[in-house]
């Protein structure tokens, strides 16, 4: 069974960064799409989690929410097992329980709807104040 683990959240100001990771133990993901998620106090179910961004398997391909283009990229380290989440430039709405997800076979437009996801992180509080 894959477990995966968020690190790397916090409290930080408006215009700070921060780098989350998320390690992957149980299986090898090189050859699975991940994804970030945010989601909000209130909101558990599936299909009230955000999109944030995306590295999709095979062609590696990175994705994007349009509210953090041009601020957060995403990238993994195959050999690690990791993901992470480069965030600069932070601002107050980005504040959320950051989660990451993954799986096999999901690929293109599917990458947004964390329903084609099988296996979650518990998550990672990320707070930016004003």
């Known amino acids: 069974q894959v477990q995966l683990v968020e690190s790397g959240g916090g409290l930080v100001q408006a215009g700070a960064s921060l780098r989350l990771s998320c390690t992957a133990s149980?299986?090898?993901?090189?050859?699975?799409?991940m994804a970030w998620f945010r989601q909000y106090p209130g909101k558990e179910r599936d299909f009230e989690r955000d999109?944030?961004?995306?590295?999709?398997?095979?062609?590696?391909?990175?994705y994007y929410a349009d509210a953090v283009k041009g601020r957060f990229s995403v990238s993994r380290d195959k050999a690690k097992n990791t993901l992470y989440l480069q965030m600069d430039s932070l601002k107050p709405e980005d504040t959320a329980v950051y989660r990451c997800?993954?799986?096999?076979?999901?690929?293109?437009?599917?990458?947004?709807?964390?329903?084609?996801?099988?296996?979650w992180g518990q998550g990672i509080q990320v707070t930016v104040s004003s």
């Open positions: 999109f944030v961004a995306a590295v999709e398997y095979m062609t590696e391909r990175r």
């Open positions: 149980g299986r090898n993901l090189s050859d699975s799409s």
């Open positions: 997800a993954a799986a096999a076979s999901v690929w293109g437009s599917a990458l947004y709807t964390a329903r084609y996801f099988d296996n």
